[in-house]
């Protein structure tokens, strides 16, 4: 699996950008915003079609400064997550890269917690082969559970969908299995 210099060049800008927002976190905790986990993870395709898409990436976690007390131990926290990986299928492969918001719901007597959010998505190629997902923006809406299941440690469960949100035509879309680990500060 070869990236064009391109790809490469795409990647490299990418990967400053994520690792200047997550550095910058760290450094400045400013106001509530927190650098809360970072880690990999990786799935394949859900639907059983002829398609075999699979992602691998890397991401952080950013806890913002909005969360919400809901008594007797339930807890809502907003976060901002950043991605950076890799898209493909039978050899045609692409850089990914996401920004976007999203909702975690945890109760303090359970080392498990809920989360949803969608992010603009950016495909390095929205070709692969025969298969077109109309446009390089894309939109990515996930929903997961996420198990804590040592100091610091995290792993987790999602299922994503990926389309460009009837932009462009075809639009038709990649639903994903993902795993992850992570690492929680």
């Known amino acids: 699996m070869l990236f064009s210099k391109q790809a490469y060049r795409r990647i490299?800008?990418?990967?400053?950008?994520?690792?200047g927002l997550l550095?910058?976190?760290?450094?400045g905790r400013a106001e509530g915003f927190s650098l809360e986990s970072v880690g990999v993870r990786g799935g394949f395709q859900a639907d059983h079609s002829d398609r075999d898409f699979g992602q691998v990436e890397g991401f952080?976690?950013?806890?913002?400064?909005?969360?919400w007390d809901l008594g007797k131990g339930w807890h809502v926290q907003s976060r901002l997550d950043l991605s950076l990986g890799w898209l493909g299928e039978r050899g045609n492969d692409a850089v990914i890269g996401t920004v976007g918001p999203s909702l975690i719901l945890s109760w303090a007597r359970l080392p498990l917690s809920l989360e949803g959010g969608v992010s603009p998505t950016l495909l390095s190629r929205h070709e692969f082969g025969p298969e077109d997902f109309g446009m390089d923006l894309q939109f990515t809406s996930h929903l997961g559970v996420n198990w804590d299941f040592a100091p610091h440690w995290r792993v987790g469960y999602r299922f994503q969908h990926m389309s460009?949100?009837?932009?462009?035509?075809?639009?038709?879309?990649?639903?994903?299995?993902?795993?992850?680990?992570?690492?929680r500060f």
């Open 12 to 19: 490299g800008v990418a990967g400053w950008v994520v690792a």
């Open 60 to 67: 952080g976690n950013l806890n913002l400064p909005w969360g």
């Open 23 to 27: 550095a910058g976190a760290v450094a």
């Open 164 to 183: 460009n949100g009837g932009l462009s035509t075809p639009n038709p879309g990649l639903n994903l299995h993902i795993f992850a680990l992570s690492y």
